[in-house]
Nanobody, 119 residues
Framework: QVQLVESGGGLVQAGGSLTLSCAAS????????MGWYRQAPGKQRELVAV???????NYADSVKGRFTISRDNAKKTMYLQMNNMKPEDTAVYYC?????????????WGQGTQVTVSS
């Protein structure tokens, strides 16, 4: 069973930066897309950024220009660079890998990492 482990969360002041990492326990094949989601208290989980197997990226409007998603296939790791952070970025951040195979669709989730931005 594939495991995803996030790291890099913590407390940062508004305007600061953090980099989240999501490491896979093994090579994952047939990846359709990989992404970062977040869930703030009392709110639904929302998509923050996604990177497809072809390398295309897409971002939530609220983070465009501030966050960057990337991956290092050799290290089996995905990253989320967060700059100019705002208090509204406070949430638990989860990584996600979407795998599409013939007659099978699997979604893997990490356990989440807390990010807190103080004003």
């Amino acid at each position: 069973q594939v495991q995803l482990v996030e790291s890099g969360g913590g407390l940062v002041q508004a305007g600061g930066s953090l980099t989240l990492s999501c490491a896979a326990s093994e090579i994952i094949r047939s990846i359709n897309a990989m992404g970062w989601y977040r869930q703030a208290p009392g709110k639904q989980r929302e998509l923050v950024a996604v990177i497809t197997s072809g390398g295309s990226t897409n971002y939530a409007d609220s983070v465009k220009g501030r966050f960057t998603i990337s991956r290092d296939n050799a290290k089996k790791t995905m990253y989320l660079q967060m700059n100019n952070m705002k208090p509204e970025d406070t949430a638990v951040y989860y990584c996600n890998v979407d795998v599409v195979q013939p007659a099978r669709h699997t979604i893997y989730w990490g356990q989440g990492t807390q990010v807190t931005v103080s004003s």
